[in-house]
């Protein structure tokens, strides 16, 4: 059984029982569960009970299947607590994409979902003037100029949810989340010219029943998939978004309506 995605009330969940996730998003970290998921939230959200929101949304999208026992099913306990209200263990990203903007690639034992927006962008400038010299500051300022940028996902953020049906130990798991990342940058600076929002966050999964795979680095049968399916899901999210005509690309971090310049100094020494 591969990965399968569904997208209900404004949640997408990437589900196959018997995987192992690593999340750099909210509650982040590893865990075992059957599914994973991205949820959209409305302008101007303010929640901070995240355990409770994403509950509650899961279970109005009818993914109560994927609670665990302790998880809850909706109604209330002996405590009088809903059940709902508690959280799902499962992996859980937030946007203020919508989710008809969601987009899916597959390649090999490998599928990627994505939801694009740039509203927010981080922008990391590279001077062209080679090496800095041992002690000497790299960037011309000290801090980096924000433009307000959000802590909580908006309408910008991508968030990228990757599944391999390939086994891998908990190292190349993470090391999936550095070649997806990478990915996204890279599709990032060339269709918008930053590699980056200032929230974007990373689910990657793999299955526990799968063929066993050592290594998931970018020349690797699973990374290589998963770098394609992230270029390609990122770049159809972006097109779906930005065609709708509803919101355009900011031409620069000062165009956008949040963003962040790095170009903080730095000393550089032998090490």
Do not use: Q
């Amino acid at each position: 059984m591969g990965f399968e995605t569904a997208v209900a009330a404004g949640v997408l969940r990437l589900r196959r029982p018997d995987t192992r996730w690593l999340s750099t998003g909210w509650a982040g970290g590893f865990a075992d569960a059957p599914a994973g998921y991205n949820v959209s939230v409305p302008e101007g959200w303010d929640r901070t009970d995240l355990d409770a929101y994403v509950a509650r949304r899961l279970a109005d999208a009818g993914f109560r299947d994927d609670f665990s026992e302790d998880d809850g099913d909706g109604v209330s306990g002996e405590d009088g607590v809903a059940r709902a209200e508690r959280p799902p263990s499962s992996p859980a990203l937030l946007t203020g994409v919508d989710m008809r903007h969601a987009r899916v690639a597959r390649s090999g034992s490998v599928l990627a979902v994505a939801t694009a927006g740039v509203s927010n962008p981080a922008a990391l400038p590279v001077g062209g003037g080679g090496p800095a010299a041992e002690g000497e500051p790299v960037a011309a300022d000290d801090e980096s100029t924000a433009g307000d940028a959000p802590d909580r996902p908006g309408r910008g953020t991508v968030n990228i949810l990757v599944g391999t049906d390939r086994r891998l130990d908990d190292g190349a798991l993470a090391n999936l989340v550095a070649v997806a990342a990478e990915a996204k940058a890279a599709t990032l600076l060339s269709a918008t010219g930053v590699p980056g929002t200032t929230t974007d966050a990373v689910v990657v999964g793999s299955a526990r029943d799968g063929e066993p795979a050592t290594f998931s680095g970018s020349a690797t049968p699973v990374g290589s998939a998963a770098r394609a399916c992230v270029r390609d899901a990122v770049r159809a999210s972006l097109d779906s978004r930005y065609a709708a005509g509803d919101a355009s690309v900011p031409a620069s971090v000062a165009d956008a309506e949040h963003g962040v310049v790095t170009d903080r100094e730095t000393e550089v020494r032998r090490a």
